[in-house]
């Protein structure tokens, strides 16, 4: 059984913390849809699970995977590091500015919000450039494998008769 290396267990294991945080906010908000406090915390609770959970999960995995796919290293164990600390301080960054927003102090929060949706972007950009320069070029894929069926299974006798089932209601009309 093949290991996970240190960079995939620290995406999947964060994202598991911003699972919990983000199931946790999204719980409160819809046990209270009408409390106009817990109503501000929506845009908190959507960028915790898909900038927090949902992106690093499939980071990490895609960090694992695609070597194994392609049977060669990722491109650059330093850049999903970078990907890494990118990711997550957009993922604490975007919450942090929506709550300063709602409801500490929104000149702040003004300017945490474009910083760590720019760290975001630049972690997903960076993810997709070591990805893609693990992947194989066009030229280097092998063919595809034809499908191979199964053969089809044997056919199965046709019933010779049929009983009727018993009306367990005549009284009622068909």
């Not at 695609?66 to 604490?92: E, K």
């Amino acid at each position: 059984m093949a290991s996970m290396d240190r960079l995939s267990v620290a995406h999947v294991k964060t994202s598991l913390v911003y699972l919990v945080l983000g199931t946790g906010t999204g719980g409160a908000v819809s046990l209270w849809p009408n409390t106009p406090e817990l109503i501000r915390l929506r845009p908190v609770h959507v960028h915790m699970m898909l900038l927090g959970f949902v992106l690093p999960v499939i980071f990490g995995l895609a960090y694992h995977v695609l070597p194994r796919f392609v049977g060669r290293p990722l491109h650059s164990i330093a850049l999903g590091w970078w990907t890494y600390g990118l990711v997550q301080a957009g993922a604490a960054g975007m919450p942090a500015g929506f709550l300063l927003l709602a409801f500490g102090n929104p000149a702040l929060g003004a300017w945490v919000l474009p910083l760590a949706g720019a760290c975001g972007i630049a972690g997903c950009w960076l993810f997709a450039y070591n990805a893609w320069r693990t992947l194989p070029r066009f030229s280097e894929a092998p063919p595809p494998t034809p499908l191979r069926f199964p053969p089809p299974a044997p056919a199965v006798p046709k019933r010779i008769a049929t009983i009727p089932a018993p009306d367990l209601h005549p009284e009622r009309p068909l």
